[in-house]
C-alpha cells in the first residue's frame, strides 16, 4: 500500500481503478469508516428497544446506510437490508405484508423511504398486529434523505409507533485529535467522503459532484418540477447570504421569480435538510424585535463548494467567513441539543443581538460566536443578555482555553462548549 493516503481514491472512477486498488479502496473505505464512532448510534439503539419502528434521517452521503448497518450487527435474529432505489430490492415488496411477515423475526432496513411513502399505510397494520401478539420493539429501522414533512406526504402516519432521529454530519465531538482537525472539518464539512479525502481539492470535487447529484438527480426522483440551474442560483445566494436575515423577495429578485416560488425553492432544500431556517426568540420585553428568520446552509464544506471556495487560506480571505465560522458552530452546537431544548437567534432593531439563543428547562443560554483566538465582547451581546434575561452567557471561539471575561460571561472553545450543553 505504498503512497496510500487518507481518502485517496474518493474522486476516481471506480472503473478506473485495477481490481488491486479496487480492493485497497473498499478496505480504506471500510476503515475511515470505523474510525469514526457515531454518537446517534447508542440513541438509535435504545429508541430500537422502546419503539416497533426507528426513523434516521439526513441528506445523502452523511453515513445512515452505514449507521444503520452498523446496529443491524448487533441484532441476533439478523437483518434484511432494502435499498428502494434498486428495482430488484422494489421487486421484492410487490407483496409488503408478506414480505413483512416473512421476515417478522428480522430487524428490516428501509432504505430512502421517500421512494415508496405508501409502505407506511402497510407498515402500521403490521406493527400494530405485531403489537397484539407482544412484540412491541425493534421491528423497523427506516433511513430518509428528507425531511418528516416531505416523507409524510400522502403517506400513513404511524405516531406512537416510531421514533425519528435526525443524522448531521460529522460533528467535532465525533472527529479524532479534534482540536488538530477543526479547521479541516470546518472548510470541507461534515460528509463522510467529503471530509475523509485525501487532500482540499479532492474534497472539493467531491462535494462539486455532490451538489450536482442532488440538482439533477435526487430532487427530480422526488417529483418537485424545479430546473436545476434555478435551483442552484438560489442555493447558491442563499450560500452568500449565510446567517444572514431571509429576505424572501429580494432573492425572488434576484432570480426573477414571485415570492410563493422563492419560498417554495427555500422551503425544499429545508425538507431535503440542506438547509436551516433559525427563528427568532419572540418573548415580550417591551423591544422591536427582529422576527424574520436567518438562514443557514447546514454543512459548511457544502456553503464553500457552492462560492467556489477550494482552500483554508481562499476561506479566510473571503467575505463570508465570518458567516461560515458562526453556521458551523451553531450546527455543531444544534447537533448536541436534548430534545427539551430550543434555540434561537436574538435581534432588536436598537442593536441588541445574540447569536444563539438556547432555552432548557430553567436555563437561558446566551452565546456570541466569534472567530478571533482574541474575542471581544460587544455591546450589543451585553444587552441582549439584559433583556432575554440569560442565566448563562458565553463567547464560543476557536481556541481551547477557558476562561471569564468578566460580567459573568464564559470564553469557552467549540469543543468544551458542545459536551457543556450537552450534559
Not at 422494489?90 to 405508501?118: G, H, T, V, W, Y
Not at 479525502?197 to 451538489?211: G, L, P, T, V
Not at 458552530?329 to 441588541?352: D, H, K, P, W
Request: net charge neutral; proline share 4%; aromatic share 10%.
Amino acid at each position: 500500500m505504498e503512497g496510500w493516503k487518507s481518502g485517496e481514491y474518493f474522486t476516481i472512477p471506480l472503473f478506473h481503478l485495477s481490481t488491486a486498488k479496487y480492493l485497497v479502496y473498499l478496505k480504506y473505505r471500510f476503515t475511515f469508516a470505523r474510525m469514526i464512532i457515531r454518537k446517534i448510534k447508542t440513541e438509535i439503539l435504545q429508541l430500537l428497544d422502546e419503539f416497533p419502528a426507528v426513523g434516521i434521517l439526513g441528506p445523502r452521503q452523511v453515513g445512515k446506510t452505514t449507521l444503520a448497518k452498523e446496529i443491524a450487527k448487533g441484532f441476533a435474529q439478523g437483518s434484511v437490508y432494502l435499498d428502494l432505489e434498486l428495482p430488484s430490492n422494489i421487486a421484492k415488496l410487490s407483496d409488503p405484508e408478506s414480505f413483512f411477515q416473512f421476515n417478522a423475526d428480522k430487524l428490516i432496513i428501509l432504505d430512502e423511504i421517500q421512494r415508496m411513502p405508501e409502505l407506511f399505510q402497510v407498515l402500521r397494520g403490521i406493527i400494530d398486529q405485531r403489537r397484539d401478539e407482544g412484540k412491541r420493539s425493534g421491528q423497523f429501522l427506516i433511513l430518509g434523505s428528507a425531511s418528516l414533512e416531505l416523507i409524510k406526504q400522502s403517506s400513513e402516519s404511524l405516531a406512537g409507533r416510531i421514533a425519528y432521529k435526525q443524522l448531521p454530519g460529522l460533528t467535532l465531538t465525533e472527529i479524532p485529535d479534534h482540536q488538530h482537525h477543526l479547521q479541516q472539518l470546518w472548510l470541507r464539512g461534515g460528509f463522510p467522503d467529503g471530509y475523509g479525502a485525501k487532500n482540499d481539492h479532492a474534497s472539493f470535487e467531491w462535494r462539486q459532484q455532490f451538489i450536482s447529484t442532488y440538482l439533477e438527480r435526487d430532487i427530480p426522483q422526488l417529483g418537485p418540477r424545479i430546473p436545476a440551474m434555478q435551483l442552484k442560483r438560489m442555493w447558491t445566494m442563499l450560500a452568500h447570504n449565510n446567517a444572514g436575515i431571509l429576505n424572501t423577495a429580494q432573492l425572488a429578485a434576484g432570480l426573477g421569480i414571485t415570492n410563493p416560488t422563492a419560498r417554495k425553492y427555500i422551503d425544499l432544500l429545508e425538507d431535503l435538510l440542506l438547509v436551516r431556517t433559525l427563528y427568532p426568540w419572540a418573548g415580550n420585553v417591551g423591544k422591536r424585535l427582529i422576527k424574520a428568520p436567518k438562514v443557514y446552509i447546514r454543512d459548511s464544506g457544502i456553503t464553500h463548494a457552492l462560492l467556489g471556495i477550494e482552500t483554508l487560506n481562499d476561506l479566510l480571505g473571503h467575505p463570508v467567513c465570518g458567516a461560515s465560522w458562526e453556521g458551523f458552530v451553531i450546527e455543531n452546537i444544534l447537533s448536541e441539543l436534548s430534545t427539551n431544548a430550543q434555540a434561537y437567534f436574538y435581534r432588536t432593531s436598537a442593536g441588541a443581538e445574540i447569536d444563539l439563543f438556547i432555552e432548557k428547562g430553567n436555563h437561558r443560554f446566551a452565546v456570541e460566536i466569534k472567530r478571533s483566538l482574541s474575542p471581544s465582547i460587544s455591546k450589543g451581546f451585553h444587552n441582549g443578555c439584559n433583556d432575554v434575561k440569560a442565566t448563562q452567557k458565553f463567547v464560543v471561539y476557536p481556541g481551547e482555553e477557558s476562561y471569564s471575561a468578566g460580567d459573568g460571561v464564559k470564553v469557552i472553545g467549540l469543543y468544551d462548549f458542545m459536551k457543556y450543553v450537552r450534559d
